[in-house]
């Protein structure tokens, strides 16, 4: 399954990199929210999941969100998770990138995550910017509210907002100094972390596809591995730590 080369790369390697994105989260069984089921079927995800949104309705936003944080909390790490978090103890430098926003690469135990797009179960004042990491859930008639008086809002990137500056120079700077860059479950087509396994290919990185079907960089990267990351990267880890 994994070529002689990656094997000797990764052997070889001080800096490796790893940008995931919502296939592997797919594979713990937590939906896309372009899938909700019942009373949010009837919205748009650009109708909720925009500040305009936000303070038009913050009730019926802060319901969707306390849904889909529901729907998260039942949902658990699966094993590409944790081997992901196994790989960051077998090279000096390790960084993961994320699209996702359901903290299940923390909950496997990765420490070095850069959140392209936040994190749902954390929140954030819009006046004062004041982080909130533990909340009540807000009810039918009392919206969460900071120190400072301000609405609080899902710390996550919404529809026309632009993606976190550090999170964002970080994970850029991650991808330049790669000795190795793994892009996994990610379709590739969304920038700016589309851009990501490019410009690690750039500045000289062999850079590893792992997806369950094939995606606009798959002709641009040195392997591509199709299947699910849950059964490719515990046969990877185990094959490094031989």
């Known amino acids: 399954?994994?070529?002689?080369?990656?094997?000797?790369?990764?052997?070889?390697?001080?800096t490796v990199s790893v940008?995931?994105?919502?296939?592997?989260?797919?594979?713990?069984?937590v939906p896309t929210f372009r899938g909700e089921e019942g009373l949010w079927q009837k919205f748009r995800p650009e109708e909720l999941a925009n500040f305009d949104a936000f303070l038009r309705n913050p009730k019926l936003v802060w319901e969707w969100y306390n849904y889909r944080k529901h729907i998260v909390n039942q949902v658990a790490p699966n094993a590409g998770h944790y081997a992901i978090s196994k790989m960051e103890s077998l090279f000096p430098h390790f960084h993961l990138i994320t699209?996702?926003?359901?903290?299940l690469h923390r909950k496997a135990g990765?420490?070095?995550?850069?959140?392209?797009?936040?994190?749902?179960?954390?929140?954030?004042?819009?006046?004062?910017?004041?982080h909130y990491n533990e909340m009540p859930e807000a009810d039918q008639?009392?919206?969460?509210?900071?120190?400072c008086g301000g609405l609080i809002r899902p710390d996550v990137v919404w529809f026309g907002e632009t993606l976190p500056p550090l999170e964002l120079k970080r994970s850029f700077d991650a991808a330049r100094s790669s000795d190795v860059f793994f892009s996994i479950g990610t379709s590739a087509v969304v920038q700016p972390a589309a851009s990501l396994p490019l410009e690690a290919k750039h500045e000289g990185a062999y850079v590893v596809e792992i997806?369950?079907?094939?995606t606009a960089i798959s002709h641009y990267v040195d392997e591509?591995?199709?299947?699910?990351?849950?059964?490719?990267?515990?046969?990877?880890?185990e094959k490094l730590i031989e």
């Open 224 to 237: 591509t591995i199709l299947g699910k990351a849950a059964e490719i990267l515990p046969q990877l880890v």
């Open 211 to 214: 997806n369950i079907e094939p």
């Open 19 to 29: 940008l995931t994105g919502a296939g592997i989260s797919a594979e713990s069984g």
């Open 99 to 103: 699209q996702n926003v359901d903290d």
């Open 110 to 130: 990765s420490k070095q995550i850069y959140e392209l797009h936040g994190n749902i179960m954390r929140n954030r004042c819009v006046d004062c910017s004041k």
């Open 1 to 14: 399954m994994f070529s002689a080369m990656l094997i000797s790369r990764l052997r070889s390697a001080k």
């Open 141 to 147: 008639d009392v919206l969460p509210r900071c120190d």
